[in-house]
Nanobody, 119 residues
Framework: QVQLVESGGGWVQPGGSLRLSCAASETGFSIFHMGWYRQAPGKQRELVATITSAGSTNYRDSVKGRFTISRDNAKNMVYLQMNSLKPEDTAVYYC?????????????WGQGTLVTVSS
């Protein structure tokens, strides 16, 4: 059973920055594709950014140019640098596997970390 622990969220004014971290308990983490997801109140969880085991990244259109996903395989960590934050970025942010291959499954969801962007 793999545990995921997200951290780094908080309150920030529009235009501000936050860096989120995701710690995975699994040795051999580097083989998996990973993603950051977010869920705003009353809305469905959505995929924000992905990073493959090889380090290739992709982003949701609404965050392109503002967010950067990265990973440190030696530390079993995934990061999300968020700049130029907007109120619509307010959500609970989660990390998990990014599933491409049919038959693979997500890890259990962690608690997430809350990002609140407001003036």
């Amino acid at each position: 059973q793999v545990q995921l622990v997200e951290s780094g969220g908080g309150w920030v004014q529009p235009g501000g920055s936050l860096r989120l971290s995701c710690a995975a308990s699994e040795t051999g983490f580097s083989i998996f594709h990973m993603g950051w997801y977010r869920q705003a109140p009353g809305k469905q969880r959505e995929l924000v950014a992905t990073i493959t085991s090889a380090g290739s990244t992709n982003y949701r259109d609404s965050v392109k140019g503002r967010f950067t996903i990265s990973r440190d395989n030696a530390k079993n960590m995934v990061y999300l640098q968020m700049n130029s934050l907007k109120p619509e970025d307010t959500a609970v942010y989660y990390c998990n596997r990014w599933i491409i291959t049919p038959g693979n499954t997500l890890y259990a969801w962690g608690q997430g970390t809350l990002v609140t962007v407001s003036s």
